[in-house]
């Protein structure tokens, strides 16, 4: 929940009624960069299997060639293997965007509707509005930090809100979370 969250909550209609945050998924720089690296590193073995295979330099660094097939270029052409399948996979995330969404609470209704996507279908929660009793701020500090807005839920598991991958501010975080308490008149917890 950082820069497009915070845009959209500034999305509050004039009657105060209606909210709606655009929660980013793996559409991120990072991820693209990764799925390239891994995609470049499987490319690369895979044709260091296939030199030592066929007994010439299909690489123009290193001589991948002069390999014995069977252990080295046999032993490569898995790891490209389980490289392209990785890098199947992240690419697959990508073109899916998976984990986007959006948080649309809406007072005249009396309703919270958390939609996600996912790689086969989009995941859809309804919550009503009077069973909110809470927004929660989550931090752990440490090696490997988390900072999430939740909702404290009657009768269910607390719901995260924010995006995953990103680490905003604190301050960001404590006047996003604050806004949103005011927004649906709950206290705010975790600070």
């Given at each position: 929940m950082t820069n497009e969250l915070k845009e959209s909550s500034n999305s509050v209609q004039k009657d105060q009624d209606f909210l709606e945050q655009i929660v980013t998924g793996s559409r991120r720089v990072s991820n693209y960069l990764l799925a390239s690296?891994?995609?470049?590193?499987?490319i690369g073995f895979l044709l260091a299997s296939l030199s030592s295979y066929l007994g010439t330099d299909l690489l123009p660094l290193g001589h991948p060639g002069s390999f014995i097939f069977v252990p080295q270029g046999l032993i490569m052409g898995l790891y490209g293997i389980a490289a392209f399948l990785l890098s199947l996979y992240l690419w697959l995330n990508i073109l899916v965007d998976f984990g986007s969404g959006r948080n649309i609470f809406d007072k005249k209704k009396g309703t919270l509707l958390v939609t996600r996507r996912t790689l086969f279908k989009e995941f859809n929660v309804e919550i009503p509005l009077k069973d909110v009793k809470a927004v929660k701020l989550e931090i752990k500090e440490g090696?490997?930090?988390?900072?999430?807005?939740?909702?404290?839920?009657?009768?269910?598991?607390?719901?995260?809100?924010?995006?995953?991958?990103?680490?905003?501010k604190l301050a960001e975080l404590e006047k996003e979370g604050a806004q949103l308490a005011r927004f649906l008149n709950v206290n705010l917890e975790g600070i």
């Amino acid at each position: 929940m950082t820069n497009e969250l915070k845009e959209s909550s500034n999305s509050v209609q004039k009657d105060q009624d209606f909210l709606e945050q655009i929660v980013t998924g793996s559409r991120r720089v990072s991820n693209y960069l990764l799925a390239s690296l891994v995609s470049i590193g499987g490319i690369g073995f895979l044709l260091a299997s296939l030199s030592s295979y066929l007994g010439t330099d299909l690489l123009p660094l290193g001589h991948p060639g002069s390999f014995i097939f069977v252990p080295q270029g046999l032993i490569m052409g898995l790891y490209g293997i389980a490289a392209f399948l990785l890098s199947l996979y992240l690419w697959l995330n990508i073109l899916v965007d998976f984990g986007s969404g959006r948080n649309i609470f809406d007072k005249k209704k009396g309703t919270l509707l958390v939609t996600r996507r996912t790689l086969f279908k989009e995941f859809n929660v309804e919550i009503p509005l009077k069973d909110v009793k809470a927004v929660k701020l989550e931090i752990k500090e440490g090696i490997n930090p988390n900072r999430r807005i939740t909702l404290r839920i009657q009768g269910r598991k607390d719901l995260p809100l924010s995006s995953v991958g990103k680490l905003p501010k604190l301050a960001e975080l404590e006047k996003e979370g604050a806004q949103l308490a005011r927004f649906l008149n709950v206290n705010l917890e975790g600070i």
